[in-house]
T-cell receptor
Framework: GAVVSQHPSRVICKSGTSVKIECRSL??????MFWYRQFPKQSLMLMATSNEGSKATYEQGVEKDKFLINHASLTLSTLTVTSAHPEDSSFYIC?????????????FGPGTRLTVL | GQNIDQPTEMTATEGAIVQINCTYQTSGFNGLFWYQQHAGEAPTFLSYNVLDGLEEKGRFSSFLSRSKGYSYLLLKELQMKDSASYLC???????????FGAGTQVVVTP
């Protein structure tokens, strides 16, 4: 149980286009989800906290108008990278605290590799 | 500021034991996590400590001392598949968001 999926797993796009990444909790409800970014050989950096039914909370230095987050339901959060540029190329990972009393565990999606040409 | 420090890389031989240390200074503390991450994959959960002491789970054990801001992950009977990056992460508040250390790359040699 407590599986988180992400789609797509890999995307290549041209500079200036927008890319949407979906994060789903498959067998539990997640009122909160987290979006991380990881550059090669670096650790995960928290970008924002996605809250169902309210606005996302962004970490310092993360542009909310560039990284749009929508927590549409208790099982789905989306991250849209608007007007993507090569420097946005990274590994984007979402996570959700586990349901069913497993809040102390955070379950990560498999990640989305974004390459902007 | 917030700081989570762990060594960059450690090398050990198959069958040996390796201990990865993590020290932290955060504005709050609501638990410390260890994750394993293979290259190109998402992290997988290994352990969670919120109280002082040792938590053992098979070949992996994790220790926490809150007064010292210190934790370690102990990997016993190393196997080749244990070659990966090990991430120490602190949950500073009740909201669940984690702050990660830079990760320790463990290389297991035959």
């Amino acid at each position: 149980g407590a599986v988180v999926s992400q789609h797509p797993s890999r995307v290549i796009c041209k500079s200036g286009t927008s890319v949407k990444i979906e994060c789903r909790s498959l067998d539990f409800q997640a009122t909160t989800m987290f979006w991380y970014r990881q550059f090669p050989k670096q650790s995960l950096m928290l970008m924002a906290t996605s809250n169902e039914g309210s606005k996302a909370t962004y970490e310092q230095g993360v542009e909310k108008d560039k990284f749009l987050i929508n927590h549409a339901s208790l099982t789905l959060s989306t991250l849209t990278v608007t007007s993507a540029h090569p420097e946005d190329s990274s590994f984007y990972i979402c996570s959700a605290p586990g349901g069913g009393g497993r809040y102390n565990e955070q379950f990560f999606g498999p990640g989305t590799r974004l390459t902007v040409l | 500021g917030q700081n989570i420090d762990q060594p960059t890389e450690m090398t050990a031989t198959e069958g040996a034991i390796v201990q990865i240390n993590c020290t932290y200074q955060t504005s709050g503390f609501n638990g410390l996590f260890w994750y394993q991450q293979h290259a190109g994959e998402a992290p997988t959960f290994l352990s969670y400590n919120v109280l002082d002491g040792l938590e053992e789970k098979g070949r992996f054990s994790s220790f926490l001392s809150r007064s010292k801001g210190y934790s370690y992950l102990l990997l016993k009977e190393l196997q080749m598949k244990d070659s990966a990056s090990y991430l120490c992460a602190v949950r500073a508040d009740s909201w669940g968001k984690l702050q990660f250390g830079a990760g320790t790359q463990v290389v297991v040699t035959p």
